[in-house]
């Protein structure tokens, strides 16, 4: 849901995007790709890494080493990676947990196991529709931004914005790939206040003692 | 250094403080008993305890269970406790990191060590000078609160706005006190935020689509 909400939004803004599934004529992806237009196409995992200049990691945050790995990520050199996904657990009759937490992170495990690749984490810590549509929330909200190479975050931040429409005022940057740690962390207070509020139509935005 | 702001706050306020130590004469204690006030005293942790209608727990957050075993927590009844501290743990070179999360939370090892005390968990998401004062960043931005009697939970909340001066609209309800793990986690974020801004002088504001 959230690589096709991501997808069609990047094929409205003029972007070539394949679909990648773990298998070439997946149902879902042959349908979006129908759908979506002449900009659209789907693929392997495999075909879509190839295919794009930047790829995208929507996959389930317990499959996307697995998922990467038969897209043949350790082939893309220093190709950028936009790690979107979250490690989240659900059990029945338990608050969701992480799989990955606290001394490590899934965009940490992701970047080690491909060292080359330029892992950028971004993204995660909103619902779908916000994440190619900020202006479903009113005023200032924020996102975060972390990764160990300096110009893949700044050519993701600002994609961030020519993409999804996000205002540079509104990315920060935390640093380094161990950030991440932080930033699916907050999923689980996330989620909490998924429950209290009984929507995902919400954001953080961050108010310091002086502009911004 | 958050028990002194908030115990000092609580005294302008016009409330009896006991600040409780490990030792009924700790130096930081007497200081802060002297410059207080009238309404300011210290004692053992099981003085303090002892004294307070309500207790805040502001130990540090790997001694806070021993320090409510000498504060003999487990004979106050149905008190409330005020859970503020954060298991942190700060490791030379390394990113600081939780020693409970994701699965569980020092808010729960609390309730489960002394299940008679109400404990409620709030105020760790923020600075103390925040805590105490809230104005001290414009506009709206919240708190989160947690816990499992929702007696105390409101009495709390109460607190939070008299005391304080958190507008109710900015306290949010998160549920049980299982809820208290992604109030913690927060912490991780925070952080990062707090060496990216190089300053702890921030806080979240929860933007929905519809108001609040």
Do not use: Y
Not at 88 to 94: D, K, M, P, W
Not at 172 to 187: P, V
Request: glycine share 8%; charged share 20%.
């Amino acid at each position: 849901m959230v690589g096709n909400t991501l997808a069609s939004k990047l094929v409205e803004g003029g972007h070539e995007v394949m679909m990648g599934s773990r298998t070439r004529d997946n149902e879902e992806a042959v349908a979006w790709t129908k759908s979506a237009g002449a900009r659209a196409s789907q693929g392997t995992f495999a075909d879509a890494a190839q295919f794009g200049e930047v790829v995208f990691n929507c996959t389930s945050g317990g499959k996307s080493i697995e998922a990467l790995r038969q897209a043949k990520a350790a082939e893309l050199g220093d190709r950028i990676l936009i790690d979107v996904s979250n490690p989240l657990v659900f059990a029945a009759g338990s608050p969701p947990t992480l799989s990955v937490s606290n001394t490590d992170s899934l965009a940490e495990e992701i970047q080690r196991e491909f060292p080359n690749l330029r892992v950028v984490k971004a993204l995660n810590t909103v619902n779908a529709s916000i994440m190619v549509n900020p202006a479903l929330l009113p005023g200032d909200h924020d996102l975060f931004i972390c990764g160990n190479d300096e110009n893949a975050k700044a050519k993701v931040a600002r994609g961030l914005t020519d993409w999804f429409g996000w205002a540079p005022q509104n990315i920060i940057d935390l640093g380094d790939i161990t950030a991440a740690r932080g930033m699916e962390m907050w999923l689980i207070l996330w989620i909490r206040m998924m429950f209290a509020f009984k929507t995902p139509m919400f954001n953080l935005h961050i108010v310091r003692a002086s502009a911004p």
